[in-house]
């Protein structure tokens, strides 16, 4: 939390550019002809690269890290960065001068991801999910990271069943991704952080956290250094060709345009 607290204050230093040769933005379709961020591999960038079309490789810069795409949507280098709602709604929460555009570009579902044919596993997942929904572990789990305060929630707060008899289950995700992922200090916390935890428990395994750049997660996976990722994947028909998912345990999160206050005119 430390080191994304300095990142974040890093970023203040550079509030307030925006030329005023330029238009405000009031709605989503100017962005087709304007400079534009995402983090690789997301969703995001497909979605930017969809509005921009032939024009992507002129516009649009990807970064891979959101707190790096925000630091140049801040530095006035492009006038929007495209990611999802909850992390984009922390960003705004905590550093002065940034808003959400109303108008969301898009609608999708996150799931667990596994390699393409370990049916065994991701049967397993989905009845430990089945599970945790029925009895109100994932709601509370929820409910602690989007609707409470987690500030004081520490990697040591939750249960990675260290020591189990059935050996250590190894999860990749990206640890900048808040709420969903996040690290602390050298550990990690996070929605996704503790329902891999309780699905490792279920398992009688230890959860171990992987962090690595997201664009990176379908290889380890795929390439077995990990049992599954988590990193509030989107599930989309090209993603289905490489890897299988599990199902989905968040349905309607939004992908959103973050652009400078002093730049949008609702």
């Given at each position: 939390?430390?080191?994304?607290?300095?990142?974040?204050?890093?970023?203040?230093?550079?509030?307030?550019?925006?030329?005023?040769?330029?238009?405000?933005?009031?709605?989503?379709?100017?962005?087709?002809t304007e400079r534009l961020a995402a983090q690789r591999g997301t969703v995001g960038q497909f979605l930017a690269e969809d509005l921009l079309g032939d024009k992507k490789g002129e516009l649009l810069t990807t970064f891979?890290?959101?707190?790096?795409?925000?630091?140049?949507?801040?530095?006035g280098k492009v006038r929007a960065v495209v990611m999802d709602e909850m992390p984009a709604k922390r960003f705004v929460n905590e550093v002065e001068g940034l808003v959400i555009m109303d108008e969301a570009l898009s609608e999708e579902n996150y799931a667990i991801g596994f390699k393409k044919g370990n049916t065994e596993l991701v049967e397993q997942v989905n009845k430990i999910l089945a599970e945790m929904k029925a009895?109100?572990?994932?709601?509370?789990?929820?409910?602690?990271?989007?609707?409470?305060?987690?500030?004081a929630v520490k990697p040591e707060d939750i249960d990675f069943n260290k020591g189990a008899e059935g050996g250590k289950f190894y999860v990749g995700t990206e640890a900048?991704?808040?709420?969903?992922?996040?690290?602390?200090?050298?550990?990690y916390i996070g929605i996704d952080?503790?329902?891999?935890?309780?699905?490792?428990?279920?398992?009688?395994?230890?959860?171990?956290?992987?962090?690595?750049?997201?664009?990176?997660?379908?290889?380890?996976?795929s390439t077995g250094k990990v049992d599954m990722i988590c990193a509030g994947i989107t599930v989309t028909d090209e993603?289905?060709?490489?890897?299988?998912?599990?199902?989905?345990?968040?349905?309607?999160?939004?992908q959103v345009a973050v652009v400078r206050a002093d730049d949008y005119e609702k």
């Amino acid at each position: 939390m430390k080191k994304v607290f300095t990142c974040l204050m890093v970023l203040a230093l550079f509030a307030g550019v925006c030329s005023a040769d330029e238009a405000k933005l009031k709605e989503v379709s100017q962005l087709k002809t304007e400079r534009l961020a995402a983090q690789r591999g997301t969703v995001g960038q497909f979605l930017a690269e969809d509005l921009l079309g032939d024009k992507k490789g002129e516009l649009l810069t990807t970064f891979e890290k959101y707190v790096d795409a925000i630091a140049s949507l801040r530095q006035g280098k492009v006038r929007a960065v495209v990611m999802d709602e909850m992390p984009a709604k922390r960003f705004v929460n905590e550093v002065e001068g940034l808003v959400i555009m109303d108008e969301a570009l898009s609608e999708e579902n996150y799931a667990i991801g596994f390699k393409k044919g370990n049916t065994e596993l991701v049967e397993q997942v989905n009845k430990i999910l089945a599970e945790m929904k029925a009895d109100g572990t994932l709601a509370a789990i929820f409910a602690k990271y989007i609707d409470g305060d987690y500030s004081a929630v520490k990697p040591e707060d939750i249960d990675f069943n260290k020591g189990a008899e059935g050996g250590k289950f190894y999860v990749g995700t990206e640890a900048g991704f808040a709420p969903y992922e996040l690290r602390v200090g050298s550990g990690y916390i996070g929605i996704d952080v503790e329902m891999c935890a309780a699905i490792a428990k279920k398992l009688g395994k230890e959860l171990v956290i992987l962090n690595m750049n997201f664009d990176a997660l379908p290889t380890a996976v795929s390439t077995g250094k990990v049992d599954m990722i988590c990193a509030g994947i989107t599930v989309t028909d090209e993603r289905k060709e490489n890897m299988d998912f599990s199902d989905n345990y968040v349905v309607g999160a939004k992908q959103v345009a973050v652009v400078r206050a002093d730049d949008y005119e609702k």
